[in-house]
C-alpha cells in the first residue's frame, strides 16, 4: 500500500468529504490560499471555490459561533482554530452554546460540526503557540474529543468525525504533520469514534497513550524490549471523549502494570482521568500504582533546555517502567 | 396586536406561576419590549431564523411557538419545549426557526449571522435575526459578528433591543457613544434607530432590512429604543433606577400605543379590542393550566438527549 504524510491523509480526507456531501465546507484564519498554516487544507479552495473553503477575518468566537449556526441550519461545517491555544479565545461558544445546544433543547437538533486544531509541544514557540488543552474539552459533556496519531487513523477520523451528527473537536500534532508516514488506503474507510487501538502487542506492561505519545512510547517499548527484555502494549486511545476504557481495563488485567503517556499537563489530564478509571473499575488488576509521564505543571518556556525538561520523553518513559518494574 | 398581547399575557402568568414557587431560576420578562419582536417577526416566514436573549419568551412567541410548550417548560415539564433541560433562559424551538433563546449575553448574535451563511451558501432566500440588548454591543462576539456579515453580505438583521440597562449599569456608563446604531458604520452596514415601543415603526424599518437582507443586499444593525418596564428579573426592586423612568416606562407602553393607534385610526373599536384581550387571556389560561399538569420528567431522562447517536 502507498504510504503518505498524517498531513496528506488529513487533506484526503477533507477533499473527499467535500466531494462527496456538499454540506461539508471549511472555514478558518489563512486557510485559503495558503492552506492554512500547516498546508493542511491547500488546494482544496481552488477545487471547491472561496465559498467552501472561507478564510475568515481574525475572530475565533465568529468562527466557531458561525460554524454552529451553520450546523444548526443544514450543513456540516469544519471550522479550523489556528492552534489550540487560541481556543481561548472562542471558549464561550464552545463551552456554553457548541456542547449544550443538543442537551438543552431537549435533542431537538443535532450538531454536525467538526473543530480542528492543532497541538504542540517542543516547538521553541513558548506558551501561547504550544497548548494541549484536550482534558478540558473532555471535561465539557456534549463534545466529542478526537486525538490520532498516524496517518491512516488521521484519515478515517476525520472522515468520521465530518460524518458525525455530533460535534467533535479534532486534535491534530503539529509534528506528527510532516515527520509521519505511514500506508492509508486510497478511497473511502472511516475509523470509529470511541475506540481505541492496540498499537503493539505486550505482556509485562501497558503504556496507554494517544497522539504524539504514541510515538514516543513506541520507541520506548522498544528500548525496554531490546535492553530489559519487557514487552510494552501500547495503547493508542485515539478518542478522548468518548473513551474507550474497556481496551485498557482489558490490557491491564494481562500484564498488572500501566503508565499513562500524555504531553498535556500533568494536573487534571487525560492521564488523570484514565489513571481515575483504572483505580474504580481495575484496581485488582494491578501490581503496581499508576504511573503518569506527562508534562509538568508549568506555561512552556521558551529556552530549549527548560523546554526539553518538563516533556515527556521516551527516555521518561522508560525510566518509569524501569522503577515500576522493580518496585 | 394580538402577538404582542400574547406576549404580554404569558409574561403575566409566568410571574405568577414564579411567585408561585412553580419555577425553578430566575424570570426575566419582555414586558415593554413586545413591539419589537412583534414587529420584526412579522416580516419573517416560518423557516427563517432568530437568535433570542436571556429575556427570551418574547422573540418565540412571535416566531409562532405554543405557549403551552413554553410554560410547560418554565416549569420543567416533560411537556417543555426543551423537554425540561433548558428553562426559561433557553427556550429553544428549532421547528419555528428558533435557534435558541441564550443565557450568555451576545453569544446568540454569532450564531444568526451562522443561520445566515449557510443560507447563502445553501442559496436559499432565508434570512436570520439576532436579537440582543444594549448591553451585548459591547462583548466581542458583537462586533465580530457584524464584521463577519458585513464582509460577506450575509442575510441577517442585528436587532438592538436598546432598553438602557444592563442589569444595573445605565447604558452611559458601559459605552461613550449616545446613538449605538453609529456602530454599524464601523463595519459597512448600514444602522438605524427605531421606536422601539411603536410596533408599526418597528414592523416598517424592519421590512426594509429583511428586504435588503433577502435581496442579498447585506446586513443591517437596528436599534430598537425602548425600556424595560420591570427590573432585570423578578425580585428586583430596582433601586439603582429613577422612578421617573419606570413611570415613563408604562406611560409608553407598546400595547398602550398600539390601541391608541388602532382605535384611533377606525381599524379596531374599543370592544373589539376588548375581545381580542379576552381570546389572548382564554388562549394563555388554557395554557397554563395545561402546563400545569403536565409532569416532571423521570430523574433517568437526564442522561438522554446528550449525542444524537448512542455512544
Same mark, same amino acid.
Given at each position: 500500500?502507498?504510504?503518505?504524510?498524517?498531513?496528506?491523509?488529513?487533506?484526503?480526507?477533507?477533499?473527499?468529504?467535500?466531494?462527496?456531501?456538499?454540506?461539508?465546507?471549511?472555514?478558518?484564519?489563512?486557510?485559503?490560499?495558503?492552506?492554512? *498554516?500547516?498546508?493542511?487544507?491547500?488546494g482544496?479552495?481552488?477545487e471547491?471555490?472561496?465559498?467552501?473553503?472561507r478564510d475568515t477575518?481574525?475572530?475565533?468566537?465568529?468562527?466557531?459561533?458561525a460554524?454552529?449556526?451553520?450546523?444548526?441550519?443544514?450543513?456540516?461545517? !469544519?471550522?479550523?482554530?489556528?492552534?489550540?491555544?487560541f481556543?481561548?479565545?472562542?471558549?464561550?461558544?464552545?463551552?456554553?452554546?457548541?456542547?449544550?445546544?443538543?442537551?438543552? %433543547?431537549?435533542?431537538?437538533?443535532?450538531?454536525?460540526?467538526?473543530i480542528?486544531?492543532?497541538?504542540?509541544?517542543?516547538?521553541s514557540t513558548?506558551?501561547?503557540?504550544?497548548?494541549?488543552p484536550?482534558?478540558?474539552?473532555m471535561h465539557?459533556?456534549? +463534545?466529542?474529543?478526537?486525538?490520532?496519531?498516524?496517518?491512516?487513523?488521521?484519515?478515517?477520523?476525520?472522515?468520521?468525525?465530518?460524518?458525525?451528527?455530533?460535534?467533535?473537536?479534532?486534535?491534530?500534532q503539529?509534528?506528527?504533520?510532516?515527520?509521519?508516514?505511514?500506508?492509508?488506503?486510497? =478511497?473511502?474507510?472511516?475509523?470509529?469514534?470511541?475506540?481505541?487501538?492496540?498499537?503493539?502487542?505486550?505482556?509485562?506492561? /501497558?503504556?496507554?497513550t494517544?497522539?504524539n505519545? !504514541?510515538?514516543?512510547?513506541?520507541?520506548?517499548?522498544?528500548?525496554?524490549?531490546?535492553?530489559?527484555?519487557?514487552?510494552?502494549?501500547?495503547?493508542?486511545?485515539? @478518542?478522548?471523549?468518548?473513551?474507550?476504557?474497556?481496551?485498557?481495563?482489558?490490557?491491564?488485567?494481562? /500484564?498488572?502494570?500501566?503508565?499513562v503517556?500524555?504531553?498535556?499537563?500533568?494536573?487534571?489530564?487525560?492521564g488523570?482521568?484514565?489513571a481515575?478509571?483504572?483505580?474504580?473499575?481495575?484496581?485488582?488488576?494491578?501490581?503496581?500504582?499508576?504511573?503518569?509521564?506527562?508534562?509538568?505543571d508549568?506555561?512552556?518556556?521558551?529556552?530549549?533546555?527548560?523546554?526539553?525538561?518538563?516533556?515527556?520523553t521516551?527516555?521518561?518513559i522508560?525510566?518509569?517502567?524501569?522503577?515500576?518494574?522493580?518496585? | 396586536?394580538?402577538?404582542?398581547l400574547?406576549?404580554? &399575557?404569558?409574561?403575566?402568568?409566568?410571574i405568577?406561576?414564579?411567585?408561585?414557587?412553580?419555577?425553578?431560576?430566575?424570570?426575566?420578562?419582555?414586558?415593554?419590549?413586545e413591539?419589537?419582536?412583534?414587529?420584526?417577526?412579522?416580516?419573517?416566514?416560518k423557516d427563517d431564523?432568530? @437568535?433570542?436573549?436571556?429575556?427570551?419568551?418574547?422573540?418565540?412567541?412571535?416566531?409562532?411557538?405554543?405557549?403551552?410548550?413554553?410554560m410547560?417548560?418554565?416549569?420543567?415539564? &416533560?411537556?417543555?419545549c426543551?423537554?425540561?433541560?433548558?428553562?426559561?433562559?433557553?427556550?429553544?424551538?428549532?421547528?419555528?426557526? !428558533?435557534?435558541?433563546? *441564550?443565557?450568555?449575553?451576545? %453569544?446568540?448574535?454569532?450564531?444568526?449571522?451562522?443561520?445566515a451563511?449557510?443560507a447563502?451558501?445553501?442559496? /436559499?432566500?432565508?434570512?436570520?435575526?439576532?436579537?440582543?440588548g444594549?448591553?451585548?454591543?459591547?462583548?466581542?462576539?458583537?462586533?465580530?459578528?457584524?464584521?463577519?456579515?458585513?464582509?460577506?453580505?450575509?442575510?441577517?438583521?442585528?436587532?438592538?433591543?436598546?432598553?438602557?440597562?444592563?442589569?444595573?449599569?445605565?447604558?452611559? &456608563? %458601559?459605552t461613550?457613544?449616545?446613538?449605538?446604531?453609529?456602530?454599524? %458604520?464601523?463595519?459597512?452596514?448600514?444602522?438605524?434607530?427605531?421606536?422601539?415601543?411603536? #410596533?408599526?415603526?418597528?414592523?416598517?424599518?424592519?421590512?426594509k #432590512?429583511?428586504?435588503?437582507?433577502?435581496?442579498? =443586499?447585506?446586513?443591517?444593525?437596528?436599534?430598537?429604543?425602548?425600556?424595560?418596564?420591570?427590573?432585570?428579573?423578578?425580585?428586583?426592586?430596582?433601586?439603582?433606577?429613577?422612578?421617573?423612568?419606570?413611570?415613563r416606562?408604562?406611560?409608553?407602553?407598546p400595547?398602550?400605543?398600539? /390601541?391608541?393607534? +388602532?382605535?384611533?385610526?377606525?381599524?379596531?373599536?374599543?370592544?373589539?379590542?376588548?375581545?381580542?384581550?379576552?381570546?389572548?387571556?382564554?388562549?394563555?389560561?388554557? #395554557?397554563?393550566?395545561?402546563?400545569?399538569?403536565?409532569?416532571?420528567?423521570?430523574?433517568e431522562? #437526564?442522561?438522554?438527549?446528550?449525542?444524537?447517536?448512542v455512544?
Open positions: 500500500m502507498r504510504e503518505i504524510t498524517y498531513a496528506e491523509a488529513l487533506t484526503e480526507a477533507l477533499r473527499e468529504e467535500m466531494r462527496r456531501d456538499k454540506a461539508v465546507f471549511c472555514l478558518g484564519e489563512d486557510i485559503g490560499r495558503i492552506g492554512g *498554516n500547516f498546508g493542511i487544507t491547500k482544496l479552495q481552488k471547491f471555490g472561496e465559498d467552501r473553503v477575518p481574525i475572530s475565533e468566537d465568529a468562527i466557531v459561533g460554524s454552529l449556526g451553520a450546523a444548526l441550519t443544514g450543513l456540516r461545517p !469544519v471550522p479550523e482554530i489556528m492552534f489550540s491555544s481556543l481561548g479565545c472562542c471558549w464561550e461558544q464552545i463551552w456554553n452554546q457548541v456542547s449544550k445546544v443538543r442537551y438543552m %433543547s431537549g435533542g431537538q437538533v443535532k450538531v454536525p460540526m467538526v480542528r486544531t492543532v497541538n504542540a509541544i517542543g516547538r513558548a506558551a501561547q503557540h504550544n497548548e494541549r484536550e482534558a478540558m474539552l465539557m459533556p456534549g +463534545l466529542k474529543v478526537v486525538a490520532p496519531a498516524t496517518p491512516y487513523d488521521a484519515k478515517g477520523l476525520l472522515k468520521a468525525a465530518i460524518r458525525s451528527d455530533d460535534p467533535v473537536i479534532f486534535f491534530e503539529c509534528f506528527l504533520y510532516y515527520t509521519v508516514k505511514g500506508e492509508v488506503p486510497e =478511497g473511502d474507510y472511516t475509523v470509529p469514534i470511541g475506540k481505541a487501538d492496540i498499537k503493539r502487542k505486550g505482556s509485562d506492561l /501497558t503504556i496507554a494517544y497522539s505519545m !504514541v510515538h514516543k512510547s513506541m520507541q520506548a517499548a522498544a528500548v525496554l524490549s531490546k535492553e530489559d527484555g519487557v514487552e510494552a502494549e501500547v495503547i493508542d486511545m485515539r @478518542t478522548l471523549s468518548p473513551m474507550d476504557m474497556d481496551t485498557v481495563l482489558e490490557s491491564v488485567k494481562k /500484564t498488572g502494570r500501566l503508565i503517556a500524555t504531553d498535556d499537563c500533568r494536573r487534571g489530564s487525560t488523570a482521568e484514565i481515575a478509571e483504572v483505580a474504580e473499575k481495575g484496581f485488582d488488576y494491578l501490581d503496581a500504582p499508576v504511573v503518569r509521564v506527562a508534562t509538568m508549568v506555561p512552556t518556556p521558551f529556552s530549549k533546555p527548560m523546554e526539553n525538561y518538563i516533556i515527556p521516551p527516555e521518561k522508560v525510566a518509569a517502567a524501569r522503577a515500576m518494574l522493580e518496585g | 396586536m394580538e402577538t404582542m400574547r406576549m404580554r &399575557k404569558f409574561e403575566e402568568h409566568a405568577e406561576i414564579f411567585s408561585e414557587g412553580l419555577m425553578g431560576g430566575v424570570l426575566h420578562t419582555y414586558i415593554g419590549e413591539a419589537i419582536a412583534a414587529g420584526v417577526c412579522a416580516n419573517l416566514r431564523y432568530v @437568535t433570542g436573549t436571556h429575556r427570551g419568551h418574547g422573540h418565540c412567541i412571535a416566531k409562532g411557538s405554543p405557549p403551552f410548550r413554553m410547560a417548560e418554565l416549569m420543567g415539564r &416533560k411537556d417543555g426543551n423537554k425540561g433541560k433548558g428553562g426559561s433562559m433557553h427556550t429553544m424551538d428549532f421547528e419555528n426557526g !428558533v435557534l435558541g433563546s *441564550n443565557g450568555i449575553v451576545g %453569544s446568540g448574535i454569532p450564531i444568526a449571522t451562522g443561520a451563511l449557510s447563502k451558501i445553501r442559496g /436559499t432566500d432565508q434570512v436570520a435575526v439576532a436579537f440582543f444594549d448591553g451585548a454591543t459591547n462583548r466581542g462576539s458583537f462586533h465580530e459578528a457584524l464584521n463577519m456579515a458585513a464582509i460577506w453580505d450575509l442575510p441577517v438583521i442585528f436587532v438592538c433591543e436598546d432598553n438602557k440597562w444592563a442589569i444595573s449599569v445605565p447604558r452611559e &456608563k %458601559s461613550r457613544i449616545q446613538d449605538l446604531s453609529t456602530r454599524a %458604520s464601523s463595519y459597512g452596514m448600514p444602522g438605524a434607530v427605531v421606536n422601539g415601543n411603536d #410596533a408599526m415603526a418597528v414592523y416598517e424599518a424592519a421590512k #432590512a429583511v428586504e435588503r437582507a433577502r435581496s442579498g =443586499g447585506g446586513p443591517t444593525l437596528l436599534v430598537c429604543d425602548t425600556l424595560r418596564q420591570r427590573g432585570h428579573e423578578e425580585g428586583d426592586a430596582q433601586e439603582y433606577r429613577p422612578k421617573d423612568e419606570v413611570a416606562a408604562k406611560e409608553i407602553d400595547i398602550k400605543i398600539m /390601541t391608541k393607534h +388602532l382605535i384611533g385610526h377606525g381599524y379596531m373599536t374599543a370592544e373589539q379590542v376588548e375581545a381580542l384581550y379576552g381570546k389572548v387571556e382564554a388562549e394563555m389560561a388554557d #395554557a397554563v393550566a395545561r402546563a400545569r399538569k403536565s409532569e416532571f420528567p423521570a430523574p431522562e #437526564a442522561l438522554d438527549d446528550l449525542f444524537s447517536e455512544v
